[in-house]
């Protein structure tokens, strides 16, 4: 299946703008024009997949204790934020489909769940994704969850995450068959960027806050970025050039 990569891609959900992690920030990503949004993905107790970003419900939501121990019926009525619900993977990919957005799922097992996570979430979005025209693109920091989305779902484009990329990064995207090579801008290296490009893989960089930062990295060789910022980004000429060209 070929990826059509944008520039800009709204980091969890909506960046900075609306709760993280929600509809209405998905929502708000496209009215902004944004054409591609990321969100974090784990498994309630019942082994539902929902858009949260920490193993514990505490930071984002009214909730307590761990996401993975707690079941649908007490997810589905916590609040994260303005009074939005925690959405699950279901509803997204609905949204997203209905927009026309590219989904970044990002599968955020939580410890000890990476298969089952994997597992559960690579079926899911070759089901909810059939037939669409933009099929998500699966990453996940682990290498196993991957593997297992590769296995269960290899139509679906794969990116890999890290925060450092380790030296053997093309060996490992070789291994799991993966499109996009995804990494922290704080600690990304020209040569990676480079040995990238020369061979065809994109870099996409998280999370980028400033507009010099985004110049920086483009001019190096990155491809696209996750930002916070939504309302930063679509204030500048660079970002309406840059939507353009993605
Ligand atoms: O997928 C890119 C980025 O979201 C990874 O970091 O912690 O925000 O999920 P995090
Ligand atoms: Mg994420």
Redesign the pocket.
Known sequence: MKLLLPRWFA??GGGSLAPENTLSGIRLAARLGYRAV?F?VMLSADGTPFLI?DETLTRTTNGQGRVCDTPDRILLTLDAGQGEPLPTLAQAAALCRELGLLA?V?I?PATGFERQTAEIVARQCAELWQGAEIPPLI?S?SMTALAIARDLAPAMPRGL?FDRVPADWRQRMSDLQGVTL?CNAAHVADEVVLEANAHGIPV?C??VNRPAQAEMLLASGVSAF?TDRLDLFVETSAYKALQLGG
Do not use: A, G, V
């Open positions: 980091h969890r990321e974090d970003h970044n990002e955020k990453s920091f995450l995804h996409l998280y999370t996750f």
